[in-house]
């Protein structure tokens, strides 16, 4: 069964500091791989998947099928990066196979 | 930014009573989705529906129906037999497989 796991439930770093977010997955296929954010008071938003290859907002992930890893990556970190992040899988079923990470809290300090 | 609508924002119930919260979207996607975000827990798929007049189970289905008569309207009923109601619940949206999710702004509802 597919699987995403981050390790991190909250992660502190400071303004200007680089971040990484961890996330891994199982997965007996060929997965998408997705970046969900949602800010204080905002709706769950798409960041970035990994099929479009783009940088937003600064963060970057790079899919390593060889470790299942998804980690987002920002060198420098802002304080309005603070927000709640999720890394999801989909399979290519609707729903079913979309499945979400329990997400990792970054607090961006000044 | 419209896209999808959930309504109420907040609903307070008693314990046995059953309780709609209404999904609409006008992206003219074809597949909706219910979840319900837990602290700590990420999201979980209640219900899915890949078209009009279908609809299926997601991880969490007990205690909760759905219905899908129209293409923008995917509203989720959370019946006294659900244990634990209480919780954020999250309604979605995408073109098809594949596609990128769009989420509505939730709806918390507390059951007392």
């Known amino acids: 069964a597919q699987r995403v796991t981050q390790p991190e439930k909250l992660l502190s770093v400071f303004k200007g500091a680089p971040v990484e977010l961890k996330c891994n997955y199982s997965?007996?296929?060929?997965?998408?791989l997705f970046w969900y954010v949602q800010y204080s008071r905002q709706r769950l938003q798409l960041l970035l998947r990994?099929?479009s290859r783009e940088s937003i907002k600064g963060f970057t992930a790079d899919l390593n099928k060889g470790e299942t890893s998804f980690h987002l990556k920002k060198p420098f970190a802002q304080e309005e990066d603070s927000a709640m992040y999720y890394c999801?899988?989909?399979?290519?079923?609707?729903?079913?196979?979309?499945?979400f990470g329990p997400g990792t809290r970054l607090s961006v300090l000044p | 930014d419209g896209g999808i609508t959930q309504s109420p924002k907040y609903l307070f119930r008693k314990e046995g009573q059953n309780v709609t919260l209404s999904c609409e979207q006008n992206?003219?996607?074809?597949?909706m989705y219910w979840y319900r975000q837990d602290p700590g827990q990420g999201l979980r798929l209640i219900y899915y529906?890949?078209?009009?007049?279908?609809?299926q189970k997601g991880d969490i289905a007990e205690g909760y129906s759905v219905s899908r008569e129209k293409k923008e309207s995917f509203p989720l009923t959370v019946t006294s037999a659900q244990k634990n109601p209480t919780a954020f619940y999250l309604c979605?949206?995408?073109?098809?497989?594949?596609?990128?999710?769009?989420f509505g702004e939730g709806s918390w509802l507390t059951v007392v």
């Open positions: 999801a899988l989909s399979g290519g079923n609707y729903g079913q196979n979309f499945v």
């Open positions: 997965y007996s296929g060929s997965p998408e």
């Open positions: 992206l003219n996607h074809d597949a």
């Open positions: 979605a949206s995408s073109r098809g497989s594949l596609d990128t999710i769009y």
């Open positions: 990994h099929i």
């Open positions: 529906s890949q078209i009009v007049n279908d609809f």
